[in-house]
């Protein structure tokens, strides 16, 4: 089909997916991602040891970069910062481009303190302990009392590791510190049972203990918790861990108190009590503050889309078409606020269109049924004289940036597969892009 050449901007689930649906309609794609390796989170968030589902993800996706009309450029970040723009990739005349770059924006606690040592986001932890570079090779230490703030599945994710995967030294306790209470934990059985082990009965029957007045308002009985949130109350676990896993419901974190070393040494709490507000429960804050022991904090409240990139930006992600005519479409159409128009040809999808929500089906969902909106603009769209994957490549390195294709990354692969043969270990990953990109010209060199 010579209509131009869709350009598809990030290699997470949401991209790839949404770039094999526009290639299975007989259009040219070419996907630039910021990472070398495709994958986004698949790659560099879901949890190390899931090799079943990163492996089967895996192969779905060199699938996809295996279409003969899909071509990839990786370690290729566009941002308003960068030699790559939102601005400069209009140049190239692409048919349509679709932002599919996840939420790389972090969503401060806002707390004075917060640039304490030992203070992280989750997001940031979660790309070192997966080997994202350059996060991979920066300081994520951690200290004996560890708190994490959030009850869903990355909390659950990023305890087992502290408890059970980190290499070195464990922590003593891992608090999972929450605004609300045991019955609005978000994490889901299965992820919880990893970590179940860890999880000390006592002290949390004494946690729900201190909370059962505060969660009455709410209309909560904490004697249900152990027939709805925390079946785990009414087993013991057959050994005990030296390392215990604790809870510390309805409290908000207000500061961040740094030790002589600037680490973190304490948290300020304020404790909530809980009301009811329609169907939901809402925390309400009283006059009492506790001060917690802490020396590391991992914030995992979900992310928000990055503003540097360089799209129009609403109140927490980028602006989409507001049209109430046809919301289903609008959704997916990047809006501008200043001219009140919208984007011709842009397009977000995934997590970069709503972040951090669902799991790889439901960001692939939300790309697909973006495409059917990109598909239908598509047909009524003149035709465009793209730059091809060629011209891109050529022009991007003449920037000076190292950037990789879809062949490299099949060598990239090969080379990973010996190294973790060589090793005996079920995966290795090159942590840092030089030893990536030494690796390749390597192997294409001998
Ligand atoms: C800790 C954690 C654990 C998870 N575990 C699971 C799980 O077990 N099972 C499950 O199904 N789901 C899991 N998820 C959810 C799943 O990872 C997401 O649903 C999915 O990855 C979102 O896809 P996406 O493509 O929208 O974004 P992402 O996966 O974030 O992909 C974004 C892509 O865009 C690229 N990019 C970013 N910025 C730029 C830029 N400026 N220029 C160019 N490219 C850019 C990145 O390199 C990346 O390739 C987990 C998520 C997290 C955070």
């Given at each position: 089909?010579?209509?131009?050449?869709?350009y598809?901007?990030?290699a997470?689930?949401?991209?790839?997916?949404?770039a094999?649906?526009?290639?299975t309609?007989?259009?040219?794609?070419?996907?630039l991602?910021?990472?070398?390796?495709?994958?986004?989170?698949?790659?560099?968030?879901?949890?190390?040891?899931?090799?079943?589902?990163?492996?089967?993800?895996?192969?779905?996706?060199?699938?996809?970069?295996a279409?003969p009309?899909?071509?990839?450029i990786?370690?290729?970040?566009v941002?308003s910062?960068?030699?790559?723009?939102?601005?400069g990739?209009?140049?190239?005349?692409?048919?349509?481009?679709?932002?599919?770059?996840?939420?790389?924006?972090?969503?401060?606690?806002?707390?004075?303190?917060e640039?304490?040592?030992?203070?992280?986001?989750?997001k940031?932890?979660?790309?070192?302990?997966?080997?994202?570079?350059?996060?991979a090779?920066?300081?994520?230490?951690?200290?004996?009392?560890?708190?994490?703030?959030?009850?869903?599945?990355v909390m659950?994710d990023?305890?087992r590791?502290?408890?059970?995967?980190?290499?070195?030294?464990?922590?003593?306790?891992?608090?999972?510190?929450?605004?609300?209470?045991?019955?609005?934990?978000?994490?889901?059985?299965?992820?919880?049972?990893?970590i179940?082990?860890?999880?000390?009965?006592?002290?949390?029957?004494?946690?729900?203990?201190?909370?059962?007045?505060?969660?009455?308002?709410?209309?909560?009985?904490v004697?249900?918790?152990?027939?709805?949130?925390?079946?785990?109350?009414?087993?013991?676990?057959?050994?005990t861990p030296?390392?215990?896993?604790k809870?510390?419901?309805?409290s908000?974190?207000?500061a961040?108190?740094p030790?002589?070393?600037?680490?973190?040494?304490?948290?300020?709490v304020?404790?909530?009590?809980?009301?009811?507000?329609g169907?939901?429960?809402?925390p309400?804050?009283t006059?009492?503050?506790?001060?917690l022991d802490i020396?590391?904090?991992?914030?995992a409240?979900?992310?928000?889309?990055?503003r540097?990139?360089?799209?129009?930006?609403?109140?927490?992600?980028y602006?989409?078409?507001?049209?109430?005519?046809?919301?289903?479409?609008?959704?997916?159409?990047?809006?501008?606020?200043?001219s009140?128009?919208?984007?011709?040809?842009?397009?977000?999808?995934g997590?970069?269109r709503?972040?951090?929500?669902g799991?790889?089906?439901?960001?692939?969902?939300?790309?697909?049924?973006?495409?059917?909106?990109?598909?239908?603009?598509?047909?009524?769209?003149?035709?465009?004289?793209?730059?091809?994957?060629?011209d891109?490549?050529?022009?991007?390195?003449?920037?000076?940036i190292e950037?990789?294709?879809?062949?490299?990354?099949?060598t990239?692969?090969?080379?990973?597969?010996?190294?973790?043969?060589a090793?005996?270990?079920?995966?290795?990953?090159?942590?840092?892009?030089?030893?990536?990109?030494?690796?390749?010209?390597?192997?294409?060199?001998?």
């Amino acid at each position: 089909m010579d209509q131009g050449i869709v350009y598809v901007v990030g290699a997470g689930p949401a991209g790839l997916f949404a770039a094999r649906k526009i290639a299975t309609a007989g259009y040219q794609v070419l996907i630039l991602n910021r990472d070398i390796k495709p994958g986004g989170l698949a790659e560099y968030g879901i949890y190390p040891q899931k090799f079943h589902m990163k492996n089967g993800l895996r192969k779905q996706f060199a699938k996809i970069l295996a279409m003969p009309n899909v071509d990839y450029i990786g370690n290729a970040r566009v941002r308003s910062d960068e030699r790559l723009t939102v601005e400069g990739l209009k140049d190239w005349a692409p048919a349509a481009i679709v932002y599919a770059v996840g939420a790389q924006g972090t969503k401060n606690l806002g707390l004075p303190g917060e640039d304490a040592k030992g203070v992280y986001s989750a997001k940031d932890f979660v790309y070192h302990y997966n080997l994202l570079p350059p996060f991979a090779s920066q300081d994520f230490s951690t200290g004996r009392r560890v708190a994490i703030i959030g009850m869903g599945n990355v909390m659950a994710d990023i305890a087992r590791w502290l408890l059970i995967d980190q290499p070195g030294e464990k922590p003593d306790e891992v608090t999972v510190i929450a605004r609300r209470g045991p019955f609005e934990v978000k994490f889901d059985r299965k992820e919880f049972d990893e970590i179940e082990a860890f999880l000390n009965r006592k002290e949390l029957q004494d946690e729900l203990n201190r909370v059962a007045e505060a969660c009455k308002g709410a209309g909560q009985d904490v004697g249900q918790v152990a027939d709805t949130t925390f079946p785990w109350l009414k087993t013991q676990p057959e050994n005990t861990p030296a390392s215990k896993l604790k809870f510390r419901f309805l409290s908000s974190p207000i500061a961040i108190e740094p030790g002589a070393d600037r680490r973190i040494a304490h948290l300020r709490v304020v404790e909530n009590i809980l009301v009811r507000d329609g169907e939901n429960t809402r925390p309400k804050a009283t006059d009492t503050e506790t001060l917690l022991d802490i020396d590391t904090l991992i914030f995992a409240i979900g992310d928000l889309a990055d503003r540097g990139l360089g799209l129009p930006y609403g109140k927490n992600s980028y602006a989409t078409n507001p049209d109430t005519a046809n919301p289903d479409r609008a959704a997916y159409e990047v809006f501008d606020p200043a001219s009140g128009k919208v984007v011709d040809g842009v397009f977000v999808v995934g997590w970069a269109r709503k972040a951090s929500e669902g799991l790889v089906g439901k960001a692939r969902f939300d790309a697909e049924q973006g495409v059917n909106h990109i598909l239908k603009y598509l047909e009524g769209a003149a035709k465009k004289s793209s730059a091809s994957a060629a011209d891109v490549l050529s022009q991007i390195r003449s920037k000076g940036i190292e950037t990789v294709t879809k062949d490299d990354i099949i060598t990239l692969g090969q080379v990973e597969a010996q190294q973790a043969q060589a090793h005996g270990l079920p995966e290795f990953k090159f942590s840092t892009n030089q030893e990536m990109l030494r690796a390749i010209q390597t192997k294409v060199a001998g």
